[in-house]
């Protein structure tokens, strides 16, 4: 019963949550770090693409890198 | 017309539309409420190790029209020269050359940027071609910017012979392959020195996953050799998940670190773990970068390096991308910023070198060639196959 209790409690707390509005815990004058280019996660999407290209085509594993080429020269 | 013995010029890139599906999500914007800059990229590569070189030029065009919309192009380049121990096994030195073009268009509207894009890759024994739809959408205060896509790919893939003492298609053998992705992406803002990336996707192939090329190897006593060579047989399906999480922290000092993970699963029994840390430090007009990148991967369930009879599977493969393996990666980069005075409409140019040396060993790949003898019991003493390589690449931007 106790677990039903706390359940219905975090399903409440959730729900309320939900319905109020996420202050921003990082003000957009407090971004400047983050705009910076050495922040990219992507800064050279030609480079980028080509290196997930020549992995990929030597790896089993591709995907989920945000980046990648098709291509060959796989052997 | 005479058609040659099957005259196998090489094992070919297969995995094409399976990369391809993925290659225009690296156009998408890093955040949806922004187009990314115009920019030119003129671009030099070279990869060399294995007894491979593939080299050529890739040129990336990006350009806003209007307030709301960005297209890009891009224009990429393999001219490859092998004689990998694959080709040296089965095959014979081959050099030929891919081209691909890929085109991409992002519409912004508020907070969410639509882009769709469309890649073609043709070589003399593979086409492939691929479309894209992404959407990504800026939320709880910019902090969060999520993108969902999906990717639809048809891949032709054809195998050369020698007819009349020229190289062309087999008649008899055209094959297809049809892929689908599925990705979800979310870039969070945790402080205002550390940000989050998590990327998940889902990838399914259908139709000839195989190389039409390559060879399994069995062992065959009644030859000199020791040896016998027989076609590779795939599974007709193929589903591979892959979860990763970029973490990108901000020094005070101004500079950057990056550390990701990747997990990788699929259908065919691989799993790999990938890793890598970076190191971005700005100097003046400078920007160098560090990277080291960790990969290891057990093998698929129907690879065999060495299989005990003829026909002993139903499903046999000894491509070296489903053998177990780890590789190492170690990579520096230097990029330096300078302007044009008589070209102020050019906001910046930059000028790229990145060296990378990739190391592969494998645990259950030998080395075997066309002139090597297995003699009975020897399998065991034969070496296990290493691959070493330089990866170069010398690039020009133009940010206007």
């Known amino acids: 019963m106790r677990v039903v209790r706390v359940l219905f409690a975090l399903g409440m707390w959730s729900a309320l949550c939900a319905c109020a509005p996420i202050e921003p815990w990082v003000k957009p004058y407090e971004r400047e770090h983050l705009a910076d280019p050495i922040m990219s996660f992507n800064r050279d999407p030609i480079s980028s693409v080509y290196l997930e290209h020549v992995f990929g085509t030597r790896e089993g594993a591709h995907g989920a890198t945000g980046a990648a080429g098709g291509g060959c020269g796989c052997n | ?400």
């Open chain 2, 1 to 400: 017309m005479q058609l040659s013995p099957a005259t196998p010029r090489r094992p070919l890139a297969l995995r094409i539309g399976t990369l391809a599906a993925f290659a225009a999500l690296s156009s998408l914007p890093g955040a949806a409420g922004v187009l990314p800059e115009d920019e030119a990229d003129a671009m030099y590569h070279r990869y060399e190790g294995g007894g491979v070189t593939v080299q050529g030029p890739s040129v990336l065009i990006r350009k806003k029209i209007g307030d709301n919309f960005s297209a890009s192009y891009n224009y990429y380049v393999d001219m490859i020269s092998s004689a990998s121990i694959d080709v040296l096994l089965s095959a014979s030195p081959y050099k030929e050359t891919r081209t691909q073009h890929s085109v991409s268009l992002d519409y912004q509207h508020g907070k969410t940027t639509y882009s769709v894009g469309y890649i073609h890759s043709r070589e003399p024994d593979y086409t492939a071609d691929t479309s894209i739809f992404s959407l990504s959408q800026d939320m709880f205060g910019d902090l969060t910017t999520v993108t969902l896509s999906y990717s639809r790919g048809w891949d032709r893939v054809y195998r050369d012979i020698k007819i009349d003492g020229a190289i062309m298609n087999d008649p008899a053998f055209g094959q297809r392959v049809d892929h689908r992705s599925y990705g979800v992406g979310v870039t969070q803002v945790l402080t205002r020195n550390l940000i989050l990336g998590l990327n998940f996707q889902a990838l399914t192939d259908q139709g000839y996953l195989a190389n039409p090329y390559r060879k399994v190897v069995f062992l065959d006593p009644t030859v000199s050799n020791g040896y016998g060579l027989e076609d590779q047989v795939y599974p007709g399906t193929h589903t591979s998940t892959a979860g990763s999480a970029d973490l990108k922290y901000y020094l005070r000092y101004r500079a950057a670190l990056d550390g990701s993970y990747r997990y990788y699963t699929d259908t065919w029994g691989v799993v790999a773990h990938t890793v890598q840390l970076g190191y971005t430090q700005p100097w003046r007009h400078w920007i160098f970068d560090g990277t080291f990148r960790y990969y290891k991967q057990n093998a698929a369930n129907f690879y065999g390096d060495l299989f005990p009879r003829r026909d002993a599977q139903n499903f046999m493969a000894r491509d070296r991308e489903l053998a177990a393996f780890s590789s190492y990666t170690v990579g520096v980069g230097a990029s330096y910023e300078f302007h044009i005075p008589r070209a102020p409409w050019i906001q910046k140019n930059t000028l790229n070198l990145h060296y990378d040396r990739l190391m592969i060993d494998y645990s259950d790949f030998h080395a075997i060639y066309n002139n090597t003898v297995i003699g009975p019991g020897a399998q065991d003493a034969l070496p296990l196959y290493r691959l070493d390589a330089n990866i170069i690449q010398l690039f020009y931007s133009l940010y206007f």
